[in-house]
């Protein structure tokens, strides 16, 4: 048996316990978290740790297939010129990929992330995912406007679907985003899902050009797509935002991750919320800094009451695949959202969105979470400016 003890031990969600003590096999499984000092086994086992223990980390959204891109995409070109850019760059030796893939995967869990759901458009990463230390939930991507093709695309989402679950791994298939996805292939996914417990995930609300196309049936982002795809020609506005477009053609009672929404506003949040019966909401702000260089009004989707999780994004739209630097990031951009607050989103809440709260996401008896320890620049102050992150288990 291990004892840690820290500053601060956060245990998933609430509050921190001070000083406290998590007790733990050698393969780091929880025995018992405690305020009081063990006693029955003596003092030597106790390792003294300075700054805060938590559980493993969880990255709801990043896309393992676009690590070779690292480095590759200029900044802050907003979302079309992003697109644009993926499209000519996506193009590599499989073996390249492969190879960015793996170190993508290995950085997360150097990183301290315990599971990762990952956006996937193809099989190509499942000998990463079977090989990895983290648990991946991946959701297989579709996107059509077509809606004489809906049936054929949906299909072959759900093939592949079929073949990360043939080769042990858990899947879903998603929509990508709130304009790339027909009224017909939405009800055919919902249909899918009947009866399912999966999770949902979908981009949304990443550009201003996003709501511009459905309220005036403008902009860059209808542009570009009318470039790439003769479909969107017939495209019609709706009048309304984007996500207030699409929220009724959506299966209300699926467990939904809403991700990006840096443009949603407060009438947004409120209309998703009251309608979807799971809404859950990703942010990813320092890919949307990359992106956009903007950041979602997050004291907006706290106010609102709203299931908050953080991802990372890929090395398309990344410096780095590390949610601590995403968790600063949002401090830095409003300190008074708390340390305890920020920590829940990237462990405890991410377990609850991908499922897994029987296994990870907290210190309960008899799991084997993950253990970080975030060092602090002051050991007095529970901020995340400075800090950085050891994994130990
Ligand atoms: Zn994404």
């Known amino acids: 048996m291990i004892v840690l003890t820290a500053d601060w031990i956060f245990p998933g969600k609430g509050e921190p316990l001070k000083n406290g003590f998590l007790e733990i096999t050698d393969d780091g499984r929880i025995i018992r978290l405690t305020q009081e000092r063990p006693t029955a086994d003596g003092d030597e086992k106790v390792q003294v740790l300075h700054g805060i223990i938590c559980p493993g980390l969880i990255n709801c959204h990043c896309h393992l297939e676009l690590s070779h891109m690292k480095g590759k995409i200029p900044e802050a070109t907003g979302l079309p010129g992003f697109l644009k850019e993926v499209v000519k760059t996506r193009k590599a030796e499989e073996e390249d990929i492969l190879l960015a893939m793996e170190d993508a995967d290995r950085e997360m869990w150097k990183n301290g992330m315990i599971a990762v759901g990952d956006i996937s458009n193809t099989p190509a990463s499942i000998p990463v995912k079977q090989q990895s230390l983290i648990r991946y ?10 809606p004489f093709r809906a049936v054929e695309v949906l299909k072959n989402g759900l093939k592949t679907e079929r073949v990360f679950r043939e080769a042990g791994l858990s899947a879903s298939v998603s929509p990508h985003a709130t304009y790339s996805v027909s009224e017909k292939l939405m009800q055919l996914l919902g249909e899918s899902f009947s009866g399912r417990e999966i999770p949902l995930t979908i ?7 996003e709501d511009e196309m459905f309220l005036k049936g403008t902009g860059t982002l209808l542009g570009f797509l009318r470039e790439a795809a003769p479909d969107y020609e017939d495209w019609k506005a709706t009048g309304k935002s984007a996500l207030q477009s699409w929220i009724p053609r959506f299966p209300s009672w699926a467990r939904t991750l809403l991700v990006h929404n840096t443009y949603s506003s407060q009438d947004d949040i409120r209309r998703a919320q009251s309608y979807c019966s799971h809404p859950w909401w990703c942010f990813c702000p320092n890919a949307n800094r990359f992106i956009e260089n903007k950041l979602p009004d997050i004291p907006a989707f706290i106010k609102e009451g709203a299931s908050i999780t953080l991802g990372t994004d890929s090395y398309a739209s990344n410096h780095a695949l590390s949610l601590l630097e995403e968790m600063k990031t949002i401090q830095e951009a409003w300190p008074s959202v708390s340390t305890w607050q920020i920590l829940e989103w990237a462990t405890g809440n991410g ?27 002051d050991n007095n102050r529970p901020e995340l400016k400075g800090s950085s992150l050891s994994r130990l288990f």
């Open 137 to 146: 939930h991946t959701f297989v991507e579709v996107f059509d406007l077509s």
């Open 203 to 209: 981009h949304n609300q990443e550009t201003p050009a």
């Open 351 to 377: 377990a609850t969105f991908l499922g897994l709260t029987h296994e990870l996401g907290s210190f309960t008896h008899g799991r084997r979470p993950g253990i970080n320890l975030i060092q602090l620049a």
